[in-house]
């Protein structure tokens, strides 16, 4: 196994499958099997959720609500995601815990550095909920924030496409894929990996990221064990 401990960086639209909005139960349980499936070889898996299936902080300022209120908002719906992918893991027997950047006693422990890297070398699950607990940051850099305090091997970005392209492949069929590229050339490149702080602070971190695609059965094992699979950005 290449990569022992790893966080795992989820959309909140990759949660809605063919629906429209919300959580597509059929995806969160194929989502569950493939995290245990990693667990069960033997890695240290944390995850963090966006919440753009419910809400998203951005496009409700953009309609005139205040910036800070939305994304406290998109915060919340980060922590229902995470409630549902914590339901769907136990429902596989899966020891999970989920930890929030705000305060939520009754149904999440907070966010606890220590107590975090415990559970995962119990073999638990650690799902972290409510981004960084700041408006003005993406779960992108809660992502990143979260794998460098819990001193992860690597960020695992899972998309709906097999890694980076030069142009989106959804819109360019002439698109060919990177098999790896350096945070360098993908800031040259103008290539929309992560927003721009968190990829910066995973750079500043020698934290690489792989890309690659969650919706193919088994891939998130391969990842794990170092096959070629999606793209990886390193240093």
């Excluded at 290449?2 to 429209?20: D, F, V």
């Excluded at 959580?23 to 240290?44: C, M, S």
């Excluded at 690659?212 to 990842?223: I, S, T």
Aim: aromatic share 6%; charged share 25%; proline share 3%.
């Amino acid at each position: 196994m290449k990569y022992k401990r790893i966080l795992l960086k989820l959309s909140g639209e990759a949660l809605m499958g063919g629906r429209q909005h919300g959580i597509d139960p059929a995806r969160l349980k194929e989502y569950a099997i493939e995290i245990k499936q990693a667990v069960n070889r033997g890695a240290e898996v944390a995850v963090v959720i966006g919440g753009g299936n419910i809400f998203r902080g951005v496009a409700g300022a953009s309609n005139g609500m205040d910036r800070v209120q939305g994304d406290y908002m998109g915060m919340l719906a980060t922590v229902i995601n995470s409630l549902a992918l914590q339901s769907a893991l136990e429902d596989e027997g899966v020891l999970t815990r989920l930890q929030t950047a705000i305060t939520m006693e009754a149904i999440a422990e907070p966010f606890i550095r220590r107590r975090a890297i415990r559970h995962l070398e119990k073999g638990r699950v650690v799902i972290f909920g409510a981004g960084t607990g700041n408006p003005y940051f993406t779960t992108d850099s809660a992502a990143v924030l979260r794998a460098i305090e819990i001193n992860a091997d690597v960020i695992l970005k899972g998309t709906r496409v097999d890694g980076i392209y030069t142009a989106d492949p959804e819109k360019d069929p002439q698109a060919t894929k990177y098999g790896h590229i350096t945070f360098s050339e993908a800031i040259d490149k103008g290539l929309k990996i992560m927003d721009m702080t968190a990829f910066t602070l995973s750079q500043e971190n020698h934290l690489p990221i792989i890309v690659f695609d969650m919706n193919r059965r088994g891939n998130l094992a391969k990842v794990i064990a170092g096959e070629s699979v999606g793209t990886i950005v390193y240093d």
